[in-house]
Structure formats: structure tokens, C-alpha cells
């Protein structure tokens, strides 16, 4: 079964009291202890996110790592992705994290990973990637549409309800035609 969990914020790095989200990520592998990767790339691999990930993820009955393109773990990344039961994508800089992915071939071995089953997941920019196409601050201090991956159909609007720009910005995108409406379908 192919499953994207997209979550426009919450989870370990934003909600660290609240475990709720992350502990249903973990379930969805179906396994006893599912192997969870963390890719940090839209925060340039801040060490103090790879760190929360691992304060919490530590603690939970999983095998956690992190997958760094500026430290790759192993010349072989298709196989070190296909390896894993979750891929858990971090927030930050949405534009950089797909040129990037792009650059490395990610994008690809990202696709082949959903298509084989393996849980995907992320929040913020890491919920953006995955869709047709998104509402960003990539760019600076002002919201912009970005053409994403497309692994799921339609737009999507991160921090909609936790930011007072997104929903007016979002919903402008979507009047004027420069975004789809959200498709909550999969």
C-alpha cells in the first residue's frame, strides 16, 4: 500500500510534548520496530534538527538514522533509501530541498521508494515536496506558489491554520488560477 503522510506542522520538531503524530507515522510501517530516515535537507541539515529527531526517535521502539546530501552515508543512496520503512522529511527551504533532490536523483529514488511501499512522510516543506505544487516562503519574506514533485495531486498549503499570510495567500493563488484547489484525495 503506497501512503504519503503530509502534515503542514506538528510532530517532534514543533510539538515536542505532543508525540501523537509522530507515533502514528511510526505505526503505519506495520512492523515492531520499523527502520525511520530522516532527511534534513530543507534545513541545510541543521545539527540541532537532526538532533531533536534523534532525542525523540531514540526513545521510541524504531531504528532511526538520517540521510545527509551534504554527508552522504554511502555512495549508494537508492539502496540506503529502499532499505528503510519510513522516510521522514524535515521543514525548511522547499525550493532548495527539490533542486537538490533533483541534482542527486532523490526525486526519483524517493518515487520508487512509495511505489514499493515504503511509508513517506513529512511536515512543512517536507508535506509541500509531495504534491503537484504548493504555497512557499522559499523565496523570502513573501508567500509564492512552487511546482513540486507531484507524487500526489493538487495544492497544498502548509502552516494553513498557524501562519495569518497562508490561508489569504493560498486561497488568492487558488481565485486567480495559479494553484489547484487542494485535491484531499491521494
Known sequence: MRQIIAMGG?????????????????????KPCPKICFIPT???DADSYIGKFYDFFNQQNCVPSHLSLFKP?????????LDQDIIYVG??????LLV??????????LRKAWEQGIVL??????????YEEGVTDSYGDTLEPLQA??????????????????RPAYRRFITQ???????CGG
Open 121 to 130: 512522510a513529512g511536515l512543512s516543506a517536507g508535506s509541500i515536496c509531495w
Open 100 to 109: 537538490l533532490w533533483k541534482e542527486w536523483g532523490l526525486d526519483k529514488m
Open 10 to 30: 506538528g510532530g517532534f520538531s514543533m510539538e515536542p510534548d505532543n508525540p501523537l503524530l509522530d507515533r502514528y507515522i511510526l505505526k503505519q510501517a506495520n
Open 91 to 96: 521543514g525548511g527551504n522547499t525550493k532548495n
Open 42 to 44: 530543507a534545513s541545510g
Open 149 to 166: 514533485l507531484g507524487f500526489l495531486k493538487g495544492s497544498h498549503c502548509p502552516h494553513y491554520d498557524g501562519e495569518a499570510d497562508r
Open 73 to 81: 552515508p554511502t555512495r549508494d543512496l537508492e539502496q540506503y533509501v
Open 177 to 183: 488560477g495559479i494553484l489547484q484547489a487542494r485535491d
